[in-house]
């Protein structure tokens, strides 16, 4: 079992993970009396990075130390593969080792690579492509706030991105209505698109971000520049003035909307600080669910 796309689960297995990190959500104060705390006991969890992270690693790393086990951060460019030793290889080595892998990179290739090569369960941590760990804590902070997923209208301001794959398949999946608004040259790729409507709902695309906002219950957005997109940043900053969350799209979405963004947020970008610091922002719940989601991830996995 791997976790490589966020369409790697159907509804039954993402309402599971979530319902287990509620759980494990509720427990997390009784430390190590919690029944979760031994669950990975001598089990390792190797978590390649290619790309910067703060979230995303140090969920992980706590997870595993809270479920009992222990995870080693591994850059790329320190290991052999920064100098040439195979994807697959790495794979086959590092299963010898640890008894799961997770992993950051530019290429979705990669991890679909060593997904292939390893015979330890793989997670994608992010790749140019999806970002599933995301959205399952995304997903969590939803059912949180609004008690149900199927029915709830969401809305996509921005890039067209890997946040945004993943955030339109688990739509698909558990039944949101999902809206994206992106500027000319940054939608969606239509693989995507596609591939939702073959899971049961195709996204709604739209060019304006009033018209993605109007009624929804959650607004989304994320960075302009994804890690990779640096030397188009000049040009993409000039594109994507229109697509903000401010106070004036969020009032289209009504009193009772919610904001998220899976951050690091660019405050005056893509969102402005009133709205990431108002009473309908859930950024923060949002970040503290990647720790509850990932120890799901890896209970489930692993356990
Ligand atoms: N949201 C997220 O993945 O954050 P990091 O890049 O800090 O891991
Ligand atoms: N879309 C962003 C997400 C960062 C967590 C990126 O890929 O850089």
Redesign the pocket.
Known sequence: MNLISIADLDGAGITRLLDRADELKRDRPKGASAPSARRLEGKSLAMIFEK??????VSLEVAMRELGGHALYLSSSELQLGRGETVADTARVLSRFVHGITA?VYDHRTVVSLAEHASVPVVNA?SDLE?P??ILADLMTIRERFGRLRGLQVAWIGDGNNVCNSLILASAIMGMEMSVASPPGYEVDSSVVEKAGQLGHRPRLVAEPEEAAAGADVLVTDTWVSMGDEAEEAERLRVFGRYQINSRLLKLAGPKAIVMH???AHRGQELTDEVMDGPQSAVFDE?EN?LHTSKAILEWLMG
């Open positions: 910067a992270s703060t979230r995303t690693r950051r992010l970002h760990c995301q899976c951050l690091p970040a990647r």
